[in-house]
């Protein structure tokens, strides 16, 4: 949230693939109204967020099929943060849960959008033209879902096995566009240059 200067303050925001939380948090102590923490695992969700009235929890729940009356409040921002399948699942049902002009912070995984032939031995992907066509494939697809993308940087963190990560910032919008395209090679070459010497 810091990376892309966003506030929500005030909103109701839904976490996708919440796990135990950690980003439910980070939209609590930044004042967010209410978080639905959805994920389709079972008893992950840390004990403090549960008591939490502000924060409803919702296992076992695929969201790729999530309608928007599965939500009691209309959602103005969401985080997303899964494993195992690709944002295209993702981003169609956010699209028709989420409030018009609502902001979305991505965490795009290339071990899980790349092709099975792209991607290295132990599931890690090293070579940053497989970054690149990822970074630009997904953000095409999230423009034409109804995406708009905003921003992109690499993730100061590194997923499993030591895999690059990026984190993509999109808005709801009617004539979606992408302002990043220019900015891809950029930030892949940053994330290769960071994590080089890890």
Not at 15 to 34: E, H, P, R, W, Y
Not at 156 to 178: D, V
Request: net charge negative.
């Amino acid at each position: 949230m810091q990376v892309f200067d966003l506030s929500v303050d005030g909103a109701t925001t839904i976490d996708i693939g919440a796990s135990t939380g950690g980003f439910t948090d980070v939209m609590l102590q930044n004042s967010a109204k209410l978080v639905f923490a959805v994920d389709v695992g079972t008893n992950q969700l840390a004990w403090k967020l549960r008591q939490d009235p502000r924060v409803v929890s919702m296992e076992q729940f695929n969201f790729r099929y999530a309608e928007k009356t599965d939500f009691e409040q209309e959602p103005s921002f969401a985080s997303i943060d899964v494993s195992f399948i690709s944002l295209s699942l993702i981003l169609p049902a956010l699209h028709r849960v989420l409030a018009d002009q609502g902001q979305v912070v991505a965490l795009v995984k290339p071990q899980f959008e790349a092709g099975r032939e792209q991607i290295g031995k132990n599931g890690i992907i090293r070579d940053a033209k497989v970054h690149q066509n990822v970074l630009e494939s997904v953000t095409a697809m999230a423009v034409e879902v109804g995406f708009s993308v905003l921003g992109l940087d690499f993730s100061p963190i590194q997923g499993g096995h030591g895999n690059i990560e990026f984190l993509a910032y999109l808005k709801k919008e009617k004539s979606a566009s992408n302002q990043i395209l220019a900015e891809i090679k950029e930030a892949v070459e940053r994330a290769h240059s960071q994590f080089k010497n890890e």
